[in-house]
């Protein structure tokens, strides 16, 4: 968004706000072993950044907040960032036409406050841990953390240890932490994943040289990777049926694989029976593998609580430990921020059940822009973002330049899109179980986290404003819809519009 404004709007005058004291985000606070993307480098990358040098076709973390660093480096973003401030509260003056912000130094506790005309929240889905609800955290008496929280400074050689959840993040560390012999695993788990191949492989040299000096060709190798997540995503959409889930392909292909790679005595407990693509697709970082090694056990029983010196079961039975590692997840939905627009009404209604605009904008917040909203998550992530990031520059241009005050959406547009969207989310798997699309275990929550179609068609429906679902208070003279109107020429003080935007 900041290279954005100042490369497509000529804007400078905006300031990003960052909690921790580096940039990078989800890539900067998830280090734990074997953490990486499960999407393709390639794909995984600004349209408008392209890395000819990736290593493998699957990146890894430090590779990741690498390229993020360098990019921020190379555009000099660093004049234009906060450190180590929290964004606490967002509130719209109507009668000013500003946001009034109270922000917080993580440093000194110093509460700050500042106003801007435009705010852009760019928070992302990961980065609320999630806990899950067990008793006796607090009572354990040895380490316990989570993944997005690693402690480096825990050696586990020795140890036995207790990893709970068998997500993404989880199936990532297991075999790393497993590598070491003398380290006992013990995965607890609640509800089988879908697990399947990962198909990694090394770039040569020839083929990094060729994709940096072989004109397009890296582009068009892009555009195959596309291509390829449209149709597993067309696939996953397309042949689901919700009365008979065995009998689609992707059941049939993921359930071969996980009985052709894990130990015999897990398959009943690991091959879950909703409809694949329910919950998110965990690639197989040699998790199945490794539970084949005499070190690693999975426990499907069931935790009861945790105690000073493990985890009781509800058996009753307990299990000594000696560290905890919880590999569960965040909450998609939750947000330290308040926001309040007009009339004091707060963003998290929208977070949490009602959902918004495009994932942009919300009614009754002028102003106000979010990436990543809901309904936004899909196959690749980074080209929501960069198509929303398009679309938010396109409603914000005429605020730039003085044209507009204020902007904000219709709650009757608000209202007909989230309509459409739960419509075509009915027909689809994503109401067949619980996941963290839905809050995870509430029962009857919406799925407010994916967009249930393919990334294609997000695009169709941003690639140009519907000026008609906003309303716009003009500055000047300014042609929408076929008409001209003329009002508040006087309010715009400056030369350019102050813009904020958070990353936390």
Known sequence: MAVNLRNKLRHDNFVIYEKAESIGGTWRDNTYPGCGSDVPGHWYSLSTEPNPYWENYYITQPEIRTYWEEIYQKHDLASRTVFNTCVKLVEWDEE??????????????????????????????????????????????????????????????????????????????????????????????????????????????????????????????RCLLMITVQLQTFLVLAETDLLNPKGNINFSQLTRYIRSTAPAKYLDDLIPTYPPGCKRLVLDSNYLAALHQPNVDLNWTGIQEIVEDGIVLKTGDKVPLDAIIFGTGFHLVEREIVCRGIGGRTLNHHFESEGGYYGTVFPGFPNLFTIVGPNSASASLIFIIETQVGYILKLMNPIINSKAKSLQVTQKATTYYNTWIQKRMESTVFFSCFSYYRGDNHAGAKNLATFPGMISLYWWITRKPRWDDFKVRLTSRWRSGGARTLVDVNWFRGNRRSVLIYVM
């Not at 380290?183 to 990694?200: E, G, H, K, Y």
């Open 96 to 221: 000013k036409g500003v946001h009034n912000l109270t922000l917080e130094d993580v440093s000194s506790g110093q509460m700050i406050q500042t106003q801007a005309e435009i705010v852009i929240q760019a928070v992302g889905f990961f980065t609320a841990p999630m806990y899950p609800d067990i008793p006796g955290k607090e009572k354990f008496t040895g380490p316990l953390w989570h993944s997005s929280r690693w402690r480096h400074d825990i050696d586990l050689k020795d140890m036995t240890v207790g990893v709970i959840g068998n997500g993404c993040s989880a199936t990532q560390f297991v075999p790393v932490i497993a590598a070491e012999p003398t380290t006992r695993v013990i995965n607890f788990c609640r509800t089988p994943q879908w697990i399947a191949l990962r198909s990694n492989y090394h770039y040569s040299n020839g083929v990094k040289w060729a994709f940096a000096h072989v004109p397009f060709l890296m582009y068009v190798y």
